[in-house]
Each structure stands twice: as C-alpha cells, then as structure tokens.
C-alpha cells in the first residue's frame, strides 16, 4: 500500500519546505498541505492543498478519509514568542489539535504520526551544556509546557495503544524559503534579511546569548528519516533530542562580516531574552545519532554562505 501523508501547518517555516521535500519522495498527489493559511504558490500548484482548521475535529477526519491518508506530520503550533501574549489560546491550539490526530491514530485510521517538539520543553533547572536526552524538565513559558505536555501524551499512545508516534525536540531553525513565525530564535534568521537589506541589525537578545541552532536543509532530512526508520530504531518514544549548531548573535554576526565586512550589530534585549535563558546552550544529541543514523551537514560557515547566497536571489539584491 503507499503512502498517503497530510501535513498540517504546512504554510509554516517547516511545513512550506517539508511538503515540497516529500513530495520528491512520495509523489505530489500523495502529500496532502493543509493549514488554515495560503500557502506559497510552489506549495499550491504542486499538489493538493486543504484549507484546514485544526481545531476543528470532523473537517480533520473528513480529509484523512477523502485522501485515505496513512501518516500525519502534526506541525500545527503557536510559537514562543506569540504564545506568551496569549496562553489561553497557545495551549488550546497546540495541545486540542494534538489529541484530534493523535486519536485518529489510536482508532486505526492513522499508520504513522510525527509530531515535532522543542528546546522549549527544558527550563531554568536544566542543564544548558550539552543537554542530556534525560534531564530535568522546568519549562516557563506556555509553548514549552505545551510541548513537554505533548512529549508524555506521544510515550503514553505508544505504550498504551501502540500508536506509531515520533518526534524531534527542534533546535532553533534558520531557513531562507519561509519568514520568521514568532519565536525566540527567529533573530538568527531576521539577522539575514537585515544585513542585505541595511548592513546592520539590532538583536533582541544580549551578545552572549548561546542557543542550539539549525539549518533547515539538515532538520527536514533528519525529520524524515526519523519517520522512514524502521520502527525497532525508533527506541524514544516522547522525544529526540536534535542537533548541529550553538552559537550566540556576536558569533553569529561575526560569521556574516566574513561575507559582508561592512555589516554591524547592536543589542536591545527585549522579553525574549528571558525565554532565552531558560534554555539549553548546546544539546547533547547522541540517542538520535546511534539509534537510527542522525547526521548534520551544514556547519556554521556553511549555513551563512548558503543563507546570503539564496536570500540574495530571493530578495534580488546584487
């Protein structure tokens, strides 16, 4: 039988190029974008698109059944940043959307699904070197308990109704295709645009501020080999632990002037600064390296290149 995906969030950073890169693999009318924005046009002409309301449970069931769709990649989420405005709204959609396909799954319609968590699931009382997979779990703000929440629901459905779960804990993600959403690491992309479009950027987190990051080349692959492992690999059932990059927005801005030796930074901390340092600095990532093969390409001269190069292109700016 082949595969039939639904990707649900798909108009966001990850979702916009995580639909285009399954479909090279599964075939455009078998990857199913949905969200409840327009997605760019590559995402629209290519393939099906549903315009979807997660929230809403039957318009969710009716499009699995219409498409007989095998696996969902749940990427639906209120980010970080926007969250904190409103909480009441950020759990709701992050956590009643997660129960809606997750007991689509435990009822049978559902072989497979992934659903991404975050470095926002640790805390003040973390370790924030080199993170282990094991540690304790404090998180302050709505979508990293939201996320945590979501981890022990992913191992309770594994071992209570056998349901095919996995997921990655996501670093902060760079990527030129898509615009930030709202979150705290989201400077290591506007960053980018700045330093085209004006040569300097004023960060809202301090010099210092070390953070896991990621190019979005390396999560998406990672992503779906992590849901293409066979199932016996798969031996973390709440959560991997994910990584490449860390660095802080001076080293950061340090690697663009390489590329750019006129480009300058200033700091204005604002609210993100104290999300910031509640999580971890590096992320100790070896589960995911053993059990089922994880490997980054991209290292930090690399990403900058890349970004430059493309956004130059996107932004057409010589």
């Given at each position: 039988?082949?595969?039939?995906?639904?990707?649900?969030?798909?108009?966001?950073?990850?979702?916009?190029?995580l639909v285009m890169n399954l479909r090279k693999i599964y075939g455009n009318d078998h990857v199913i974008a949905s969200d409840i924005r327009e997605p760019n046009a590559e995402v629209m002409e290519s393939g099906p698109f549903e315009k979807l309301n997660v929230m809403d449970r039957p318009q969710i069931f009716e499009i699995v059944k219409?498409?007989?769709?095998?696996?969902?990649?749940?990427?639906?989420?209120?980010?970080?940043?926007?969250?904190?405005?409103?909480?009441?709204?950020?759990?709701?959609?992050?956590?009643?959307?997660f129960f809606y396909i997750m007991e689509l799954a435990r009822e049978g319609h559902l072989k497979k699904v992934y659903w991404p968590s975050s470095i926002a699931v640790f805390g003040p009382t973390t370790p924030r070197i080199n993170t282990p997979q094991h540690t304790i779990m404090e998180p302050t703000t709505v979508y990293g308990i939201s996320k945590q929440t979501g981890e022990r629901w992913c191992e309770y459905y594994f071992n209570k109704y056998g349901v095919d779960v996995r997921s990655i804990r996501y670093p902060g993600l760079i990527s030129w295709k898509s615009e930030p959403g709202g979150g705290t690491t989201d400077y290591a992309v506007d960053i980018f645009y700045e330093a085209l479009k004006t040569g300097k950027y004023t960060s809202f987190l301090k010099a210092d501020t070390g953070l896991p990051m990621m190019y979005m080349e390396d999560a998406i692959r990672g992503t779906i080999e992590l849901v293409e492992a066979p199932a016996e690999?798969?031996?973390?059932?709440?959560?991997?632990?994910?990584?490449?990059?860390?660095?802080?927005?001076?080293?950061?801005?340090?690697?663009?002037?390489?590329?750019?030796?006129?480009?300058?930074?200033?700091?204005?901390?604002?609210?993100?600064q104290a999300i910031a340092e509640t999580w971890p600095e590096s992320i100790d990532d070896h589960f995911a390296r053993e059990h089922w093969g994880w490997k980054h390409n991209y290292d930090l001269n690399d990403m900058v290149k890349d970004m430059l190069k493309n956004l130059r292109t996107k932004l057409n700016i010589k």
């Open positions: 039988m082949s595969e039939t995906i639904l990707v649900t969030g798909s108009s966001g950073q990850i979702g916009t190029e219409k498409y007989k769709v095998t696996q969902v990649y749940h990427l639906v989420a209120m980010l970080s940043a926007t969250a904190e405005k409103v909480p009441e709204a950020g759990w709701d959609l992050n956590m009643k959307s690999k798969v031996k973390i059932r709440s959560s991997y632990n994910f990584s490449s990059l860390s660095f802080t927005p001076e080293v950061l801005a340090q690697a663009i002037q390489k590329e750019m030796p006129d480009f300058s930074i200033d700091y204005n901390p604002d609210f993100r």
